[in-house]
């Protein structure tokens, strides 16, 4: 059995005798019941072959943290939210850059599509102290979502970095209505889409927990539903740079607000293969 309060006895493997860990990050453990969310890094994932891994624990000399949580995240992830606890509301960088989201405003702790989430009221967001880490040529951000109701406010922001002259540089959100799913990137050059920002969008916003995903490789910019390409569209265009920072259930943080729940935040600085997502 588990002789660790905290878990930190148990261990992964690529290997039966336990001498190839894997990196790990544990987000819950609870020592009553039991119940134990990780998660691990594996060198290959094949759509043919299962990938096997092994969990080790039970080794009562081990009392601190076997964890990798860093590494965990390859290189070219800007940053992960995970959004854990489900009681109390963290926005911490699982990455090495600690993009962590240090100002939470009326967003509080709920129950996410994997162990806590954060739950936006419609007037409320967090957001990120802005890095020059996050300027980016290509990049996927994703976001796990569930709308409290269909129709958002108009233009409702699930994730977004916020570009210079007040547009965005990238954002995910629910479309001009508010009533469907959409992903737009900038330029910075203004206006509105096909002047200096451009969307793709597609789909009927509903109550219930769906994964959406956009990325942008310089030459095509995509969205993607619970891992289905939903819009796509080719593009050229050079995002914009500058440090601005990181919001969630806001564009800004006095409009375009979320009503909802978010978990599982990712931001990476190349376009992931349709396979990955």
């Not at 967001?125 to 796990?144: D, G, K, P, Q, R």
């Not at 965005?168 to 737009?184: M, R």
């Not at 990476?268 to 293969?273: F, K, Y």
Request: aromatic letters at 12%; hydrophobic letters at 30%; one cysteine or more.
């Amino acid at each position: 059995h588990v002789t660790n309060a905290h878990g930190y006895d148990i261990i992964f493997t690529s290997d039966a005798a336990g001498t190839q860990k894997l990196n790990h990050q544990i987000e819950f453990y609870n020592a009553t019941t039991g119940r134990f969310i990780a998660w691990v890094q594996v060198g290959t994932v094949s759509h043919t072959t299962d990938t096997v891994i092994y969990l080790f624990y039970g080794n009562s000399s081990i009392t601190t943290s076997q964890e990798n949580r860093t590494g965990v995240w390859d290189s070219h992830y800007v940053g992960v939210w995970h959004f854990p606890n489900g009681a109390t509301l963290s926005a911490s960088d699982s990455t090495s850059n600690a993009n962590n989201g240090t100002t939470i405003s009326g967003a509080t702790a709920a129950s996410g599509v994997i162990d806590g989430g954060a739950s936006f009221n419609g007037a409320s967001y967090i957001s990120e102290n802005a890095t020059t880490n996050t300027n980016v040529s290509s990049l996927t951000v994703s976001v796990w979502m569930k709308a409290a109701q269909a129709t958002q406010t108009s233009f409702a922001t699930l994730f977004d970095r916020r570009g210079g002259t007040g547009h965005n540089n990238w954002i995910l959100d629910t479309g001009a209505q508010g009533n469907k799913y959409q992903f737009c990137i900038a330029n910075n050059a203004g206006g509105g889409p096909g002047n200096g920002q451009y969307c793709v969008g597609s789909g009927t916003l509903d109550t219930t927990w769906h994964y959406l995903v956009g990325t942008y490789n310089g030459s095509t910019q995509s969205l993607y539903l619970d891992g289905n390409r939903i819009a796509s569209t080719p593009l050229s265009v050079s995002l914009g740079t500058g440090s601005y920072p990181l919001i969630w259930g806001s564009s800004d943080g006095t409009s375009a607000f979320f009503n909802g729940l978010l978990d599982e935040a990712r931001f990476s600085n190349i376009a992931r293969s349709s396979d990955r997502i």
